[in-house]
């Protein structure tokens, strides 16, 4: 596990700086937003696709080698947030799958695919897309519910139910009906 390699070479870390600076902003708005509706802000999610789409035509998908590992994850996370772009979503989808093993994280193969299956009105099958429902974090459809843990598993996620759990430290939300 070299990940601690912060020397590792990269082909652009100009690029790389920039999307990590773009997720500084996504990820300190949507944080920000937990505890304080007000520091939502829209324009957030539309500047980055655009400057996103811009990347891709300079580099294609931003792979580890090409960026880094924090910075092509960062470029997952942007897309994933383009969700007033499907079309876009899905050829950053295709560009993803295309790499090589080792380029793109698989986890983050998994949450886009769910991502656009969901947005294309589609059962998802990693489950990572959820809704809150009464004071719950509900799944939205999976496809083939009993194999979900397996496919999860085949893309380095934790169990269904264990992200379930986390979700609701991580939002600092108390489960309600759920004892």
């Given at each position: 596990m070299e990940e601690n390699n912060k020397t590792e070479s990269i082909r652009y870390p100009e690029i790389a700086?920039?999307?990590e600076a773009m997720v500084k902003v996504d990820q300190d708005m949507r944080e920000g937003a937990i505890d304080d509706e007000e520091t939502w802000d829209e324009s957030?999610?539309?500047?980055?696709?655009?400057r996103m789409k811009e990347i891709?035509?300079?580099?294609?998908?931003?792979?580890?080698?090409?960026?880094?590992?924090?910075?092509?994850?960062?470029?997952w996370l942007l897309v994933q947030h383009a969700d007033k772009d499907l079309d876009f979503q899905k050829l950053c989808l295709n560009l993803m799958?295309?790499?090589?093993?080792?380029?793109?994280?698989?986890h983050d193969i998994a949450y886009l695919e769910d991502r656009v299956r969901v947005n294309s009105g589609q059962p998802q099958l990693y489950g990572t897309q959820f809704q809150q429902v009464e004071g719950r974090f509900v799944s939205r459809e999976i496809e083939d519910q009993d194999q979900v843990n397996k496919r999860r598993k085949?893309?380095?996620?934790?169990?269904l139910e264990e992200n379930i759990e986390d979700m609701y430290v991580r939002y600092r939300i108390e489960k309600s009906g759920n004892k």
């Amino acid at each position: 596990m070299e990940e601690n390699n912060k020397t590792e070479s990269i082909r652009y870390p100009e690029i790389a700086a920039e999307i990590e600076a773009m997720v500084k902003v996504d990820q300190d708005m949507r944080e920000g937003a937990i505890d304080d509706e007000e520091t939502w802000d829209e324009s957030v999610d539309p500047k980055n696709t655009f400057r996103m789409k811009e990347i891709i035509e300079q580099v294609g998908w931003p792979t580890i080698s090409k960026v880094g590992k924090a910075a092509s994850s960062g470029a997952w996370l942007l897309v994933q947030h383009a969700d007033k772009d499907l079309d876009f979503q899905k050829l950053c989808l295709n560009l993803m799958k295309q790499e090589p093993l080792g380029e793109v994280d698989l986890h983050d193969i998994a949450y886009l695919e769910d991502r656009v299956r969901v947005n294309s009105g589609q059962p998802q099958l990693y489950g990572t897309q959820f809704q809150q429902v009464e004071g719950r974090f509900v799944s939205r459809e999976i496809e083939d519910q009993d194999q979900v843990n397996k496919r999860r598993k085949e893309m380095g996620l934790v169990t269904l139910e264990e992200n379930i759990e986390d979700m609701y430290v991580r939002y600092r939300i108390e489960k309600s009906g759920n004892k």
